[in-house]
């Protein structure tokens, strides 16, 4: 049989934590060798623990340095813990590097977004991009989440944008003279609704229009395991991706 890969779990009393664990539990090729939280020294627990993919799902204010600290101890990391900028990316970039040079073969995957409908969501309305005269984008969540427009929304907007400029597309059809704070957002000429809604958890709708056509995509999560089909999925690839990986959709095979 082959050797399960060894995995510790960093915020494992966390709900992402405690979702990753039962996930890892139930995965026949992993075997969970360390649940980590606060008190626990990051470096110390992985080394002891013998693991050789750590999963971070703590929180923005410690993600970073937990990272630092997985690579110190010779193993990959999988980072779901949202907080990360271009400057905290670059130094992990810049150390598992430096590890590297000197032959440790080590990956970082970092994943703003886990959720495989989220991720592909995105992806198509990127590709279908090009093709179309109207490109809108609705977000619709809890009425908990304090952030609009969402993250994911956003990067949705900004990927249609780059498709469209990539297409040579003009400015999209829009007449509206007044009234714009019905129009939502504007994110890089993406128009990007909010709505807060009780009973809702996280979903997306990507409105594409032509004359006499419409493309509808639409994505909904309802509940936190439906990230781990995708940390798995890392887990499972950070190995063969030697350096810094960001975004999940780099693990997955579209062609
Ligand atoms: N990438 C994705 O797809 C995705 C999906 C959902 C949530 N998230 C992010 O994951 C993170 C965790 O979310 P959550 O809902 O599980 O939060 P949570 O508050 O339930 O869990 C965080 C856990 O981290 C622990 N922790 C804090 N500091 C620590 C440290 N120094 N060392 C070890 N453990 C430490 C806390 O004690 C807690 O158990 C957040 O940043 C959230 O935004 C990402």
Known sequence: MT???RVAVLGAAGRMGATTCAAIEAAADLDLVA???VGDDVGTAVRDSGAQVAVDFTVPSVTEANV?????????????ATGWTDESLARVSEHVDRLNAGGAGLGVVVAPNFGLSAV?????????????ESAEV???????KVDAPSGTARHTATAI??????????????????GWDA?????????????????LVAHEEVLLGNPGEQLVIRQDSFDRVSF????????????????LTVGLEHLLDLG
Not at 138 to 144: K, R
Not at 183 to 198: F, I, K, N, S, W
């Open 183 to 199: 129009r939502g957002a504007d994110v890089d000429g993406v128009r990007v609704h909010a709505v807060r809604l009780r009973g």
């Open 3 to 5: 050797e399960k890969t």
């Open 35 to 37: 649940r980590v939280d």
């Open 138 to 144: 609705i977000e619709l969540h809890h009425p908990n």
């Open 120 to 132: 592909l969501a995105m992806q198509f309305a990127a590709k279908a991009a090009a093709y179309f």
């Open 68 to 80: 630092h600290a997985v690579l110190d101890a010779g193993a990959h990391a999988v980072v779901g």
């Open 228 to 243: 781990m089909p995708g940390v798995l999925l890392a887990v499972r690839q950070v190995a063969t991706r030697p350096g």
């Open 161 to 178: 944008a780059a498709a469209r400029r990539d297409a040579g597309l003009p400015a999209m059809p829009d007449a509206t003279a007044e």
